[in-house]
């Protein structure tokens, strides 16, 4: 079977650790690492080192992503992952030591976790990396999340991890995605919620969504995105496809990017391939981004 996950792009590592209700997912580049950058929308985000992201910084590359379940608290995971790769020699060269840059991003699955993702579980998850095809659904980072979450008292579906990949030109891009968002999953090429908010008895919702919203009490809701492609990229390119990628969001969730949601997207490049029209890239992303939910939410809720 053809590998249509996000390892499909060549140099491109993932590897999981699994608790009790949550993970944390990592996303190992190339030695030498990627260009990369990242864009966070939502209101609430949980993240780390996503400042070194943005297009006027110094620093052009990175060397994983980690995505976590856990809130603030997994974001310890991204110190495992910097053990892990400090230990094979991988990172930024300083005149005195090698430092791996590591951003991560988390989703809130407090509700029904056990226990919080640890450096420990960073390192675990780095050290089981590989190029094996991802499964969608609940694993990794996206064991714990669910989606439709805005009725207060009613019963939300499961959200979970996913993956797709597109070939444009000579070049692939693919995108991993975690969807925790407190919206519906819609597939918008049919009009069908693929999963979302019901209501205490299991009836969906069918009240206009934001009659709910003035009652929650509380958010804690993100969707996370991780998009590689092997295409050549400058780090203001890969900015803008992160841009992208939250359209891609956009696109099958309703509502996205609240002051509740944590949304957040990185875009990796391997530069294996000559630069394809960054157009038709940003349009690529979009899609891809989007078929990556659906296939999480989906797989999920068999």
Known sequence: MANTSITAIAGIQVGHWEGDGTGCTVVLCPEGGCIASGSVRGGAPGTRETALLEPAKTIERVHAITLTGGSAFGLATAHGVMRYLAEQGRGFKTPHTTIPIVPAAAIYDLSIAKEHPTEQSGYQAAQQASTQPIENGLVGAGRG???????????????????????????????????????????????????????????????????????????????????????????????????SAHVGIAHVTYPSHTPHDGDTCFVLSTGDVPAVPLLALSVVVQEVVSEAILNAVRASNL
């Open 145 to 243: 999340a669910f989606c439709g979450k805005y009725i207060p008292k009613g019963k939300a579906a499961r959200g979970g991890l996913g993956n797709a990949l597109v070939q444009v030109g000579d070049a692939f891009i693919a995108a991993l995605c975690v969807a925790n968002p407190l919206g519906d999953i819609v597939d918008t090429r049919t009009g069908e919620v693929v999963a979302g908010a019901c209501h205490e008895d299991g009836q969906p919702a069918t009240t206009p969504r934001y009659t709910h919203f003035a009652q929650l009490p509380f958010g804690g809701n993100t969707t996370l995105v991780v998009v590689a492609t092997n295409a050549q990229l400058s780090k203001r390119d890969a900015h803008m496809l992160a841009d």
